[in-house]
Nanobody, 114 residues
Framework: QVQVVESGGGLVRAGGSLRLSCAASGSIFDYVMAWWRQAPGKQREEVASIRTLGTTEYADSVKGRFTISRDNAKNMVYLQMVNLKPDDTAVYYC?????????WGKGTSVTVSS
């Protein structure tokens, strides 16, 4: 089992950038790590994921603007977000996936003003 804690959210103007961090309590080397988000009134959606060997996937809405990365030595996952848009406003969650097990953080809020 692993616990994850997100940080780095905040208020930013449209066009700005933020870097989210996810700190895990244990080794993440064999976990698929992902960032999800949930906007008010909407379902939670996967934004980006990164597999153990570094293969990444992104939601179409963030391709070219968001970059997910991981540092297995530090048990850290990051989400670099640039050219933010008001539609990116949401609570962002870090998740660790391994087989049937999913571990979630409590989220960090990102608000993008127009």
């Amino acid at each position: 089992q692993v616990q994850v804690v997100e940080s780095g959210g905040g208020l930013v103007r449209a066009g700005g950038s933020l870097r989210l961090s996810c700190a895990a309590s244990g080794s993440i080397f064999d976990y698929v790590m992902a960032w999800w988000r949930q906007a008010p009134g909407k379902q939670r959606e996967e934004v980006a994921s990164i597999r153990t060997l570094g293969t990444t996937e992104y939601a179409d809405s963030v391709k070219g603007r968001f970059t997910i990365s991981r540092d297995n030595a530090k048990n850290m996952v990051y989400l670099q977000m640039v050219n933010l848009k008001p539609d990116d406003t949401a609570v962002y969650y870090c998740a660790a996936h391994r087989g049937p097990n999913n571990y979630w953080g409590k989220g960090t809020s990102v608000t993008v003003s127009s």
